[in-house]
């Protein structure tokens, strides 16, 4: 997908501050460091649309960024970041849980997790939300440069058995890095926009 015109729209903490159109929401979760930023700017061939920090768990609101007046690609706060107070942790939770449950124009949730780790107990926390939302997803093994190459599928098929038993998920690895298997990405995404 060709984007030309990304932008960031709004940062949100209740539905009255959702954007108020009919654009599909692809929707991005996560634990914090994932890569959830340096995906977006990845997806749209922008080097600072969404902002990365090296600080995990910097995001604490949910940010709509507008793709082309054609969709939103929406990032829900990181999870499980253990500098968080547990006061904020609990809203981060909040947030996701009201955005999930409630907000009717998801067309599809994409769930990254670190191709190097195996799914902490936080990830299958949030496998089980996405189970329960009864909402689309794909899974995304981020981070795919930081193994050898010739192990990325092995590795992401390892990681779906773990997180996703029943093998009925998409699961595609993904490089921020080396921006390879974007047009994969891509294909997987136009099919709910």
């Known amino acids: ?17 959702y954007p108020q159109n009919d654009l599909p929401e692809i929707v991005l979760v996560g634990k914090s460091n994932v890569g959830k930023s340096s ?3 990845t997806m749209v061939n922008r080097k600072k649309l969404a902002r990365t920090s090296s600080e995990p768990g910097k995001t604490r609101q949910i940010n709509f960024y507008n ?4 969709f939103y ?3 829900l706060p990181g999870y499980g970041y253990s500098k968080m ?29 670190d191709i190097r780790h195996a799914p902490t107990n936080n990830d299958r926390l949030m496998y089980d939300y996405i189970i329960r939302s009864q909402k689309p997803f794909i899974l995304i093994a981020n981070k795919a440069d930081k193994i ?6 092995n590795q992401a098929k390892t990681l779906q058995k773990e997180i996703n038993p029943l093998l009925d998920a998409t699961m595609l690895p993904f490089s921020s890095e080396k921006k390879i298997y974007t047009e994969d990405v891509w294909n997987e995404i136009e099919k709910y926009i």
């Open 1 to 17: 997908m060709l984007v030309k015109n990304p932008k960031f729209e709004i940062s949100a903490v209740s539905p009255k501050q």
């Open 39 to 41: 995906f977006i700017n």
């Open 67 to 70: 793709i082309d007046e054609k």
């Open 73 to 75: 690609l929406v990032d």
């Open 85 to 113: 107070s547990k006061t904020q942790q609990a809203q981060v939770g909040q947030f996701i849980e009201e955005y999930l449950f409630h907000r009717t124009k998801i067309s599809l949730i994409v769930f990254l997790i």
């Open 148 to 153: 050898a190459p010739t192990k990325v599928m």
